[in-house]
């Protein structure tokens, strides 16, 4: 259906009609209107399988959904760094929307982890902006390859699970357009999702729903959006304001309530028409689109998709640490221990909970294998030390050559709806795994969370891998990496931080009451350790495989451009370990000096690439401006110093193994804006200001009596320093107190108007 015969049909709606469309008919339909043969549309939970409800509806995962695969959560999938991947795993699930018909996938959901503790940390993708973003679009361009429409979520700032409905994220501008903005701005503008779910909670003092400056100004206008927005489910708080923000569809059904106050706010010209019909125009696009386009003949096979969340998981799960243990032998004596080995935790609660297919363990993987035993060690519904349990994990780890424990968050630790209180795993299960390695010295932990865990026993064990809340086929995945089958190639999209009160939003987390600042900034993750330079746990970007990966022949195509020029980047690894892998080759830059406050470093290019023994391949990335720049405030655009740039290429965000250096000049030119308290410093910089400058500095009496003190005093290089520093930092004004007179305000108005123009 064309635009022109959508705006024909809206002609012929009531405003009754038109404002009743702008709510579900229900939990998870859009209204169909009979007289116009205007057809619903079903959207469903997403993001890391299909959670279609075919009765009772809910967005707590408490009712029944259809049998699905359950993918990796999005905490893994991050980890893969590998788009072509996510592009899979996404024309996977939206084959399985066509089946299934469902015209929407709610997701992915891409904010950023700000802290260990968010209940939801285990959906989101990465502490970091451009790796959220490179995994989303490619996850949406999967999707929407099959004709079905995604909607990434939750816009924006929506890093606690606290009060999520009622919370207000204080942020300043700067670190919503570097930090909790990019992800999405990258999915929008590389992948046009069909619509965006907006957040439950307020921006500076706004609900998202109604928050015209995200829904319009920056989502529509500087990005380009062009589907419809719907509000997550229950967010709307003014209906009447939420369209006029471009809050298009209001979920689930307001059971009128809602339809009646935009109809009166049309009556009383509060609520202008024409942006009501905006709203459904941009409801039936979608609608139209998917209905156009179902695919009758789509097949949502599961056998085939749970091979498919396998493969995922194999290329998501981080070999945090091994000391020559890994991989273990078919034919070893080993002990298994631990629930998850039996019944993995594998996924998150609240609305993504997918009713799986099936779901394998690693115990079941290992069934035919001749000298493995298993024990419990814990039982997860509750958080107490079970001596019984240990004991027996004890002694069946002391008679093995190596033991292997399931550890983990139980459900009730993370969850949609609430936050962590802290990031410890239960005691029982740390005291499981410190009495295990006293008895044997071979110990490899296994880890099922969605969100980094405090290791107290790191020392004592010889192997960690982290298989995060991998999915369906988890079981199976570990199997693969635990025996060498597959080479491990994950790295992790978060900082594992030492402890808790290391992170940097610690000290503001939750907030006081609805109030939550940001105060960190920009400071996020490795932005704020690498800063401080801290030890962490596990740096961002780390993750081990059972080869080695050579880099060599950094190279750049030019050293010095201009940042609206781009710049190509390469560089060689090899594969000079013995079984074939794959690395994550990341490319991260620094400005090397800037009068901003800026992070060490940024990411801002990876690559996954597979090498067999032996071979060298050549990995290649594009920068652009933004690869180098930061948020300006004042022209309130994104803005590159001229200066130095480091582009680091690396194997982790700590273990960089390649260095250049290329000089990016400006074509910006910020305003100028001198006034009288400019310090004579920052006027200094100006090369016209310190054309007319010099002389007076040099004519500073105040400059004559630092002369003449400290050759008297034999102060020398001291006094000189005190010296430049008063001046660097006087403002301009105080000049006509040093001139002898010669000077008043008038004169340096006249200067400063000329320096200004
Ligand atoms: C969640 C969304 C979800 C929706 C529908 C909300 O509670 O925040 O992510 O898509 O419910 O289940």
Same mark, same amino acid.
């Given at each position: 259906?064309?635009?022109?015969?959508?705006?024909?049909?809206?002609?012929?709606?009531? *405003?009754?009609?038109?404002?009743?469309?702008?709510?579900?008919?229900?939990?998870?339909?859009?209204?169909?209107?009979?007289?116009?043969?205007?057809?619903?549309?079903?959207?469903? !939970?997403?993001?890391?399988?299909?959670?279609?409800?075919?009765?009772?509806?809910?967005?707590?995962?408490?009712?029944?959904?259809?049998?699905?695969?359950?993918?990796?959560?999005?905490?893994?999938?991050?980890?893969?760094?590998?788009?072509?991947?996510?592009?899979?795993?996404?024309?996977?699930?939206?084959?399985?929307?066509?089946?299934?018909?469902?015209?929407?996938?709610?997701?992915?959901?891409?904010?950023?982890?700000?802290?260990?503790?968010?209940?939801?940390?285990?959906?989101?993708?990465?502490?970091?902006?451009?790796?959220?973003?490179?995994?989303?679009?490619?996850?949406?361009?999967?999707?929407?390859?099959?004709?079905?429409?995604?909607?990434?979520?939750?816009?924006?700032?929506?890093?606690?699970?606290?009060?999520?409905?009622?919370?207000?994220?204080?942020?300043?501008?700067?670190?919503?357009?570097?930090?909790?903005?990019?992800?999405?701005?990258?999915?929008?503008?590389?992948?046009?999702?069909?619509?965006?779910?907006?957040?439950?909670?307020?921006?500076?003092?706004?609900?998202? /729903?109604?928050?015209?400056?995200?829904?319009?100004?920056?989502?529509?206008?500087?990005?380009?959006?062009?589907?419809? *927005?719907?509000?997550?489910?229950?967010?709307?708080?003014?209906?009447?304001?939420?369209?006029?923000?471009?809050?298009?569809?209001?979920?689930?059904?307001?059971?009128?309530?809602?339809?009646?106050?935009?109809?009166?706010?049309?009556?009383?010209?509060?609520?202008?028409?024409?942006?009501?019909?905006?709203?459904?125009?941009?409801?039936?696009?979608?609608?139209?689109?998917?209905?156009?386009?179902?695919?009758?003949?789509?097949?949502?096979?599961?056998?085939?998709?749970?091979?498919?969340?396998?493969?995922? /998981?194999?290329?998501?799960?981080?070999?945090?640490?091994?000391?020559?243990?890994?991989?273990?032998?078919?034919?070893?004596?080993?002990?298994?221990?631990?629930?998850?080995?039996?019944?993995?935790?594998?996924?998150?609660?609240?609305?993504?909970?997918?009713?799986?297919?099936?779901?394998?363990?690693?115990?079941?993987?290992?069934? !035919?294998?001749?000298?493995?035993?298993?024990?419990?060690?814990?039982?997860?519904?509750?958080?107490?030390?079970?001596?019984?349990?240990?004991?027996?994990?004890?002694?069946?780890?002391?008679?093995?050559?190596?033991?292997?424990?399931?550890?983990?968050?139980?459900?009730?630790?993370?969850?949609?709806?609430?936050?962590?209180?802290?990031?410890?795993?239960?005691?029982?299960?740390?005291?499981?795994?410190?009495?295990?390695?006293?008895?044997?010295?071979?110990?490899?932990?296994?880890?099922?969370?969605?969100?980094?865990?405090?290791?107290?026993?790191?020392?004592?064990?010889?192997?960690?891998?982290?298989?995060?809340?991998?999915?369906?086929?988890?079981? +199976?995945?570990?199997?693969?990496?635990?025996?060498?089958?597959?080479?491990?190639?994950?790295?992790?999209? +978060?900082?594992?931080?030492?402890?808790?009160?290391?992170?940097?939003?610690?000290?503001?987390?939750?907030?006081?009451?609805?109030?939550?600042?940001?105060? +960190?900034?920009?400071?996020?993750?490795?932005?704020?350790?690498?800063?401080?330079?801290?030890?962490?746990?596990?740096?961002?970007?780390?993750?081990?495989?059972?080869?080695?990966?050579?880099?060599?022949?950094?190279?750049?195509?030019?050293?010095?451009?201009?940042?609206?020029?781009?710049?190509?980047?390469?560089?060689?690894?090899?594969?000079?370990?013995?079984?074939?892998?794959?690395?994550?080759?990341?490319?991260?830059?620094?400005?090397?000096?800037?009068?901003?406050?800026?992070?060490?470093?940024?990411?801002?290019?990876?690559?996954?690439?597979?090498?067999?023994?032996?071979?060298?391949?050549?990995?290649?990335?594009?920068?652009?401006?933004?690869?180098?720049?930061?948020?300006?405030?004042?022209?309130?655009?994104?803005?590159?110093?001229?200066?130095?740039?480091?582009?680091?290429?690396?194997?982790?965000?700590?273990?960089?193994?390649?260095?250049?250096?290329?000089?990016?000049?400006?074509?910006?030119?910020?305003?100028?804006?001198?006034?009288?308290?400019?310090?004579?410093? !920052?006027?200094?910089?100006?090369?016209?200001?310190?054309?007319?400058?010099?002389?007076?500095?040099?004519?500073?009496?105040?400059?004559?009596?630092?002369?003449?003190?400290?050759?008297?005093?034999?102060?020398?290089?001291?006094?000189?320093?005190?010296?430049?520093?008063?001046?660097?930092?006087?403002?301009?004004?105080?000049?006509?107190?040093?001139?002898?007179?010669?000077?008043?305000?008038?004169?340096?108005?006249?200067?400063?108007?000329?320096?200004?123009?």
């Amino acid at each position: 259906m064309t635009r022109k015969e959508m705006e024909e049909i809206v002609s012929k709606m009531t *405003v009754a009609e038109k404002a009743s469309l702008c709510s579900g008919g229900d939990f998870w339909h859009t209204k169909a209107v009979e007289r116009l043969g205007i057809p619903t549309m079903m959207v469903s !939970d997403g993001p890391h399988g299909l959670r279609k409800q075919k009765q009772e509806g809910d967005h707590l995962g408490v009712n029944d959904s259809i049998v699905a695969v359950c993918y990796p959560a999005g905490c893994a999938t991050a980890a893969s760094f590998d788009r072509e991947l996510l592009k899979e795993m996404g024309e996977a699930l939206g084959t399985a929307c066509q089946a299934e018909e469902v015209g929407v996938i709610l997701g992915p959901a891409v904010n950023i982890k700000r802290s260990p503790l968010c209940g939801r940390n285990f959906e989101y993708y990465s502490e970091d902006p451009y790796l959220a973003g490179e995994i989303a679009a490619s996850y949406i361009k999967g999707v929407q390859s099959k004709n079905v429409g995604t909607s990434i979520k939750h816009f924006m700032a929506n890093s606690q699970e606290t009060r999520r409905m009622s919370s207000d994220s204080q942020i300043d501008e700067r670190t919503m357009r570097e930090i909790y903005m990019p992800a999405f701005e990258t999915a929008v503008k590389e992948a046009k999702p069909w619509t965006v779910m907006c957040s439950y909670n307020r921006i500076n003092g706004t609900y998202a /729903a109604e928050n015209k400056k995200l829904l319009t100004d920056v989502l529509r206008e500087e990005w380009g959006f062009d589907g419809f *927005v719907v509000s997550d489910w229950g967010a709307v708080n003014d209906r009447a304001a939420g369209i006029r923000a471009g809050l298009d569809l209001e979920m689930p059904a307001s059971f009128g309530v809602n339809d009646k106050r935009i109809e009166e706010a049309v009556a009383d010209g509060s609520l202008s028409e024409e942006l009501l019909d905006q709203a459904v125009i941009r409801i039936l696009e979608i609608v139209y689109r998917f209905a156009e386009n179902q695919d009758k003949n789509a097949v949502f096979d599961k056998e085939a998709q749970h091979a498919l969340s396998r493969r995922v /998981a194999e290329e998501s799960l981080v070999l945090l640490k091994n000391e020559g243990i890994l991989p273990l032998k078919k034919d070893q004596k080993l002990a298994f221990i631990g629930q998850y080995a039996k019944k993995p935790r594998y996924q998150g609660g609240g609305s993504s909970h997918i009713n799986s297919y099936k779901v394998t363990g690693a115990l079941e993987m290992v069934k !035919d294998l001749p000298n493995i035993t298993y024990a419990r060690g814990f039982d997860d519904t509750e958080d107490v030390i079970d001596e019984a349990m240990i004991a027996e994990a004890v002694k069946a780890a002391s008679e093995a050559e190596a033991a292997v424990i399931f550890a983990g968050l139980p459900d009730a630790f993370e969850s949609e709806g609430y936050d962590r209180s802290h990031m410890r795993m239960p005691e029982g299960q740390n005291k499981l795994i410190e009495e295990v390695a006293k008895v044997q010295p071979n110990v490899v932990v296994v880890l099922h969370n969605g969100s980094p865990v405090e290791m107290p026993w790191l020392s004592k064990v010889k192997g960690v891998l982290e298989a995060y809340l991998g999915g369906e086929a988890v079981g +199976e995945a570990e199997y693969a990496i635990l025996f060498g089958e597959v080479n491990p190639s994950g790295k992790l999209a +978060e900082t594992f931080p030492c402890k808790l009160e290391d992170n940097p939003s610690y000290l503001f987390y939750i907030g006081e009451g609805d109030r939550v600042e940001y105060r +960190e900034g920009i400071f996020v993750g490795y932005r704020y350790y690498d800063k401080k330079k801290m030890d962490v746990l596990f740096p961002f970007g780390h993750g081990l495989s059972y080869t080695q990966f050579a880099y060599s022949d950094l190279t750049l195509d030019k050293s010095s451009m201009n940042d609206t020029d781009g710049l190509t980047v390469s560089c060689k690894v090899t594969n000079t370990g013995s079984v074939e892998g794959k690395e994550v080759v990341q490319l991260y830059v620094a400005d090397v000096e800037s009068d901003v406050i800026r992070p060490e470093k940024e990411l801002k290019g990876f690559e996954k690439v597979a090498l067999k023994p032996g071979e060298t391949k050549t990995v290649t990335f594009k920068l652009d401006k933004r690869a180098f720049a930061y948020y300006n405030e004042q022209i309130r655009d994104f803005h590159v110093e001229t200066g130095d740039f480091k582009i680091l290429v690396g194997s982790s965000s700590k273990d960089i193994r390649l260095e250049e250096k290329v000089h990016v000049t400006s074509t910006v030119q910020l305003p100028k804006n001198y006034h009288m308290n400019t310090t004579f410093g !920052d006027l200094l910089k100006d090369e016209r200001a310190r054309e007319f400058l010099e002389p007076l500095y040099k004519a500073c009496t105040m400059l004559e009596a630092c002369d003449t003190n400290s050759a008297e005093s034999g102060l020398g290089s001291s006094s000189k320093a005190m010296q430049d520093a008063m001046m660097v930092y006087m403002p301009l004004r105080a000049l006509i107190s040093f001139q002898n007179g010669s000077l008043d305000f008038d004169q340096l108005q006249e200067v400063l108007d000329k320096f200004n123009s």
